[in-house]
């Protein structure tokens, strides 16, 4: 017999947090599957031999954090861990522009109808920040002066952007860093659970400064989805399995309802790095009244069309259409410069990863210009990456041999001077190519007419091409050499994907859309899949088109308003 839960999370990034949240503090059983393992603080790999294990390819034994996809022309980076894409994110928490969630009722790949308004998901917003508590950056404050690039980017023009990262030890107190922080009232999900092995603990605290979002935040400072939607779900009688993974799903007659059977697959420890076909793996079957997919726009979308068969009466015209990059665009700016000539000090591996950002207004508002809008946003990394940019194959080598010349020199000429300050100094370098240079990401509405397939029944595939939306992404790197231009830098395309002629996006959306009607989307308004009572897309998939900005602020509020209209009543029984 297969077990039994009434509703079943499949993901638990954005989307699949909040619902399990919602319903489970409704009283309602809740079962969420995450198919990565948590990550309490500290436990983010680092070391060398830790990273080479950090990806996902359970054929290959690796169970790690990041899955890289790659498509004809596109690479995407996702999540595989317990809070989803909220572990790699940048914590950037800006809504949709009002004016961005367009309708268009025309026929055609290259527009878009959102069947929600801002005015619809605007108390959703707010619901959901009450949970991630935006912050701004403390620029300029006590201990955050070296920060510089928020403060120049700043100059340039651009804004402060609210982030989910906790500066202050609590709501009342002044901006610190590394304090502990305030427990929550719902408590902590890794304390609860236990640190797990190899973990150096569970407790939090304030932003470390360090330029490590992306890769994990060890100092538990990012209020992550496992420290809040996550947590409060596990407070509120929500059971939560890590390392399962779901691979079909389908629906079935119980006799008196029309229900869904789920069959997860778990990965333990014991197949860490040891390859596996997952073909072989022995599935569980689980039974739910109501099943939530929020695997993300690859993963939701993969589920439905490898179940599409056990899913009779699903649109399979729209099913995999919609896909949006969300405009990803990444640059580099190079050589910044003051007014006098001297180099720029951006310190772009201090502070957050993201601090502000430029809005540049879309055609459909007022004061745009034409085009389609995006943003511009200043971008930090990891320290490391300051030394490989130093020590990079261009320049290193050079100093090699210069430093190696004067010392065959001196033992030539005899030359008792013995110290070598200068000589070290010059073959490490002056710092001053990555103090002044730094990534600038764009995103925004790029044309969502990118479609998901699979190949051979197995293999998800998108054809997506930028050729459709050249002009806007011709206007997003004219924007970020107008950043690069106030700044007296240079904007360079330094990255191989460019080279091969590929785009690379962490924001992909679309697969499983949402509409007014079964024929030009996958899903209703509130999320629910057409001819499917109780089967919901809560996550990237079921969005008809780029967010623009950021998009998981956005994605958490659309779960917010599919779990209010399940608690109200108002799905499932209009059809």
């Keep these: 017999m297969p077990e039994y839960a009434e509703n079943v999370v499949v993901g638990s990034g954005f989307g699949g947090s909040v619902v399990a949240h919602r319903l489970a503090a409704a009283g ?110 403390p620029v300029g404050r006590p201990g955050f002066e070296q ?18 990262i906790r500066f202050t030890r609590s709501r009342s107190a002044k901006p610190a860093v590394g304090v502990p922080l305030a427990p929550e009232d719902y408590g902590n999900l890794h304390l609860k659970l236990g640190a797990g092995k190899g ?62 059977v789920v069959h997860p697959e778990e990965h333990d420890d014991g197949r860490e790095r040891r390859t596996q076909d997952p073909r072989v793996l022995e599935p569980r079957h689980l039974l739910c009244k109501r099943l ?27 099913l995999g259409s919609r896909f949006s990059s969300n405009g990803d665009v990444l640059m580099i700016m190079k050589d910044a410069r003051s007014a006098t000539g001297r180099p720029l000090a951006l310190n772009a591996s201090s502070g957050p990863v993201i601090t502000t950002a430029l ?44 430093f190696a010349a004067k010392r065959l020199w001196a033992h030539a000429l005899r030359n008792p001077r013995t110290e070598l300050g200068r000589d070290l100094a010059q073959l490490v370098g002056s710092g001053a190519w990555p103090s002044s240079a730094m990534p600038l990401l764009g995103m925004g509405r790029d044309v969502p007419d990118g479609r998901m397939s699979l190949e051979n029944d197995r293999y998800l595939a998108v054809d997506w091409t930028t050729k459709t939306s050249q002009g806007y992404f011709d206007e997003v790197r004219e924007s970020m050499s107008a950043v690069a231009g106030r700044l007296n830098g240079q904007l360079v395309r330094y990255d ?39 089967l919901f897309v809560v996550d990237g998939a079921l969005l008809p088109g780029p967010v623009g900005a950021n998009p998981s602020l956005t994605i958490a509020a659309m779960s917010d308003w599919v779990s209010t209209a399940v608690l109200e009543g108002r799905t499932g029984a209009r059809r």
């Design 28 to 137: 309602m059983e809740v079962r969420l599957l995450e198919r990565g393992k948590r990550y309490p603080p500290g436990s983010f790999p680092r070391q060398p031999w830790e990273m080479a294990a950090n990806f996902w390819d359970p054929s290959a034994g690796h169970l790690g954090l990041f899955d890289y996809w790659s498509f004809r022309g596109l690479d995407a980076v996702v999540s595989a861990g317990l809070g989803g894409g909220s572990l790699i994110y940048a914590n950037v928490l800006i809504r949709k522009p009002p004016e961005w969630f367009v309708r268009d009722d025309r026929v055609g790949a290259d527009v878009e109808d959102w069947p929600v308004s801002y005015e619809d998901l605007e108390p959703h917003y707010e619901a959901v920040e009450r949970m991630l508590r935006p912050e701004l950056f």
């Design 292 to 318: 939530f997919l929020a695997a993300g726009s690859l993963g939701t979308t993969f589920l439905l069309l490898a179940s599409r068969r056990e899913l009779p009466g699903l649109s399979l015209e729209a």
């Design 199 to 260: 973990t150096k603990g569970t407790g939090r605290v304030s932003c470390m400064l360090c330029g490590q979002c992306d890769i994990g935040c060890n100092s538990g400072s990012k209020n992550t989805l496992d420290h809040t939607f996550l947590s409060a779900a596990h407070h509120s009688g929500a059971r939560i399995d890590e390392r399962t993974e779901v691979r079909r799903i389908a629906a079935v007659d119980s006799g008196y309802d029309v229900e869904y």
């Design 496 to 534: 191989l994907l460019s080279f091969l002629r590929r785009s690379i996006s962490v924001h992909p959306l679309g697969g499983a859309p949402m509409a007014t009607a079964p024929a030009s989307g996958v899903c209703d308004r509130f999320g629910e899949v057409y001819g499917h009572r109780n």
């Design 147 to 164: 920060v510089k690039k928020a403060q120049i980017m700043l100059d340039a023009g651009s804004e402060l952007v609210p982030l989910g």
């Design 359 to 402: 809005r540049v207004p879309d055609a459909v508002e007022d004061g745009g210009k034409g085009g389609r809008g995006h943003y511009i946003e200043d971008a930090g990394y990891p320290l490391i990456l300051d030394w490989l940019v130093e020590l990079r194959p261009t320049a290193l080598p050079q100093r090699l041999l210069v």
